[in-house]
């Protein structure tokens, strides 16, 4: 097994900057995802390490090893793509095997570790089968299992879910956090979807036009985004943002929002006081907005009129779309509610539990 390492990595196509100065420490066996919107530079980092883009700077370690001119054979990786790539004339035993036998690996060791992969996977009795006679996600079973069969010490998977619906998407992550936690390898994983990152990933490292934004464990980035972007990127539906000016109001440090005022928690006053007079952008999740009558106890709440514009009805929820004067923002609500579209209600702002960022840097104060 084999930790990661990205020093200083930049990826330049012509004038675009896709990485820009890239330095992450993925220990062995950690699972790391990549995640970010298209373009950010995600599937190029991963390239990267796989040795199929060069690298214009800096230096990648695979161990101890500086594999920068490795070819991708001798790097000791394998890679799952968005495109599964089977080979469509072959049998699945075949595609699994495909690789060690160029390798010229012993038949009976081919045997054994096909067989061995296809039991992790539950796809021994497909092994007779040709790709078309197969379902999308078994399709992506054997694209994992001809990775496993190689026993590689680092394992790359760019967007290898992207294909599936919706049902066997969550039933794929399952599996392969599970392959992880059976396997005990480094799991570099690409993917735009944050959800599946926050199910799957020891660690997310966040990237917006090829710059790492922040890397932390899934709770840390929901708990305290660095900056707005990732504040905004991480959690569904999407934090709410309002720009604000924070105000002295008889003493106490409060939030002049355009269509509302907050006051701010005691407990938190003195963090904001030096940005009294200064824009910045208070931001608060829709799980910490709330019906007021169905709130949690012992929460520090600002209550906000606004109209309810709409509803929808999630079963264990419901997601409430308000707007005021000037504002738009959603709520999670107790699925007892009797918000109804066109209502003027009150949503219970939970202030323990807001962010707030400078307008300028759209950096996170703390």
Do not use: W
């Not at 230096?59 to 001119?69: A, F, H, L, P």
């Amino acid at each position: 097994m084999a930790s990661v390492t990205y020093e200083h990595v930049y990826k330049r196509f012509g004038d675009v900057v896709a990485v820009s100065d890239l330095d992450i420490q993925i220990p062995d066996k950690e699972f790391l995802v990549f995640v970010g919107p298209s373009g950010c530079g995600k599937s190029t980092s991963l390239r990267m390490l796989a040795g199929l883009e060069e690298i214009s700077e800096g230096t990648i370690y695979i161990g101890d090893r500086i594999v920068n001119d490795v070819p991708p054979k001798d790097r000791d990786i394998a890679m799952v793509f968005q495109s599964y790539a089977l080979y469509p004339h072959m049998s699945v035993y075949d595609n699994m095997a495909f690789g060690l036998k160029l390798r010229k690996t012993p038949k009976q060791e081919i045997d054994r570790r096909v067989k061995e992969a296809a039991d992790i996977l539950g796809i021994g009795q497909l092994l007779e089968r040709k790709p078309k006679q197969l379902s999308g996600g078994q399709r992506q079973r054997v694209a994992v299992g001809r990775a496993i069969v190689r026993e590689p010490n680092v394992f790359l998977m760019d967007e290898p879910l992207s294909n599936l619906d919706a049902k066997l998407r969550v039933q794929a992550r399952a599996e392969i956090s599970k392959l992880h936690q059976r396997l005990e390898t480094t799991f570099i994983y690409v993917t735009h979807d944050q959800v599946e990152a926050m199910t799957m990933g020891t660690r997310i490292a966040v990237l917006k036009d090829g710059f790492l934004q922040q890397i932390d464990t899934p709770h840390a980035l929901y708990d305290t985004p660095s900056n707005v972007f990732v504040a905004g990127f991480i959690g569904s539906p999407a934090m709410n943002f309002f720009d604000a000016k924070m105000v002295d109001r008889d003493g106490k440090v409060a939030l002049d929002c355009k269509d509302f005022m907050l006051t701010i928690p005691e407990s938190r006053a003195n963090t904001y006081r030096p940005y009294v007079g200064k824009d910045v952008v208070f931001g608060i999740r829709p799980e910490d907005t709330h019906d007021p009558e169905f709130a949690p106890p012992g929460i520090e709440a600002a209550l906000v009129d606004a109209r309810v514009d709409v509803t929808e009805l999630m079963g264990n929820e419901v997601i409430v779309y308000f707007v005021t004067e000037h504002l738009e923002f959603l709520g999670r609500f107790d699925p007892r509610t009797n918000a109804r579209v066109g209502n003027e209600i009150q949503a219970a702002l939970n202030l323990d539990r807001m962010h707030i960022f400078d307008k300028q840097t759209e950096i996170a104060i703390r």
